[in-house]
């Protein structure tokens, strides 16, 4: 069976505990020498599936559960969750034969090459910390961590190791951001000077529910909406946009009474040339207009283009041109574009993450750019705690 390069025994649950009170992994042991920064490592040539442990069975796990047993490169060995008689009911389902309810164990398992991590937002550090210095390949759910130096460490360690890290930024996969992204390569809009991105929902029930009070715990979520769903925003705007450097973070939140976290957030983006990417997002925000969808448009001096997201318009992708002369209006053709960008997408980046492990090849998602996009969430609730821009 194959192992990852450098891989090592898991830290075996030594676990310390910080100033802050948050669970933080142990201090991951020296960096392989070999090849440290070079990329991912080659897999060796073998018929094997890529061994799979997926860690947080209640939400969007079973997500990736489903995509990790329809990819005919991986195998799902194990489960984990804190709640055992979730974590066997889901083992059941899915024909896995390994249940864990502490993920150290399952990283101990002989033949384990990687681990897929769908917790609340303030276990992704240490659980990546210690797959990744157990030697397995990690894809973790948005966001990569709460803090920006411990998503710096985390990408440093992965780069040492030379193990995928990947993070699941899965609007990357829908039809609409993927048009976006093939409509600005194809430089059909010239130079992108403005950029809007909008999430509105009505989720009161994860404002509200129990099973989801770590969502509104400012040290479990590290904070509300920007974190929870601006994050996506963030990184499909930069997506679409090529991964432009950012120089300028400004940002707005809004909280209700009786919540650590903030509903409503707003923030701005100023790239290296100028330009200004806007977001807005919220969980509950009074709007007579509803519908439950995002919503991007892009707007380049030669023309502009938008899609729409879930709700009743899903996928809806539009792009034209205004005559400065005569103020006439005319629509681009995109139907090439919409065709491929219409292709049939799997529901999260696991089978991208598996394919690149077996490909030895970058995930359509870096660790890097997941770690850029926690920087621009901790610089944009620095901006709305001081009302002051952010430079970066
Ligand atoms: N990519 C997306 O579109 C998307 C959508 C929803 C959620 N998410 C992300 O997925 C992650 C989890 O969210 P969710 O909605 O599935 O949450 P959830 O609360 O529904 O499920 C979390 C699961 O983790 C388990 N868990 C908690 N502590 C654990 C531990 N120490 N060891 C093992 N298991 C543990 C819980 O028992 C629960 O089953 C979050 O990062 C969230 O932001 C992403």
């Known amino acids: 069976m194959w192992r990852g390069q450098g891989q090592r025994p898991p830290s075996g649950g030594r676990r310390r505990q910080a100033a802050d009170g948050q669970a933080r992994p142990a201090p991951p042991p020296a960096a392989a020498a070999e090849g440290a920064g070079v ?26 559960l489903g995509e990790c047993r329809a990819h005919p490169g991986a195998r799902v060995l194990a489960v984990c969750d804190l709640n055992r008689e979730l974590a066997e009911s889901a ?8 249940v864990f ?7 101990a398992l002989n033949g384990l090459d990687a681990v897929v991590i769908a917790t609340p937002h303030f276990l992704h550090y240490p659980m990546i910390t210690d797959a990744l210095a157990a030697g397995k390949h990690v894809l973790c759910e948005k966001p990569l961590t709460i803090r920006a130096r411990d998503a710096d460490a985390v990408v440093r360690l992965a780069r040492e190791r030379r193990l995928v890290l990947s993070c699941n930024y899965g609007l990357r996969l829908s039809p609409g951001v993927r048009a976006l992204r093939e409509i600005v390569k194809a430089e059909l809009l010239g130079e992108v000077y403005h950029a809007r991105a909008r999430w509105l929902a009505r989720w009161t029930g994860f404002m509200f529910s129990e099973a989801s009070a770590w969502r509104t715990a400012k040290s479990k979520a590290g904070g509300g909406i920007l974190v929870g769903r601006g994050c996506h925003l963030i990184d499909a705007l930069l997506f679409m946009l090529g ?3 950012v120089r300028r973070v400004f940002a707005t939140c809004h909280r209700l009474a009786g919540f650590e976290v903030e509903d409503l957030a707003g923030m701005t983006l100023v790239l290296a040339g100028g330009a200004t990417l806007d977001l807005e997002a919220s969980y509950v925000l009074n709007e007579p207009d509803f519908a439950d969808e995002t919503c991007y448009t892009l707007h380049g001096i030669k023309g502009g283009a938008s899609a729409r997201i879930g709700g009743a318009q899903d996928q809806a992708v539009r792009g034209g041109r205004l005559n400065l002369a005569t103020g006439t209006w005319r629509e681009l053709d995109l139907e090439p574009i919409l065709q491929e960008a219409a292709r049939p997408q799997p529901k999260t980046l696991l089978p991208d993450f598996v394919d690149s492990i077996i490909e030895g090849r970058e995930p359509l998602v870096t660790g890097e750019q997941a770690a850029l996009v926690t920087r621009l969430i901790e610089a944009g609730y620095q901006s709305a705690e001081t009302g002051q821009a952010v430079e970066l």
């Open 39 to 64: 990329g991912v490592a080659k897999r060796a040539r073998t018929k094997a599936a890529v061994n799979v442990g997926v860690v947080g069975l209640l939400g969007y796990g079973e997500v990736h």
């Open 91 to 98: 083992a059941r389902k899915h024909g896995v034969k390994q």
């Open 101 to 107: 309810s502490d993920y150290r164990e399952m990283l």
């Open 243 to 245: 991964h432009p450097p």
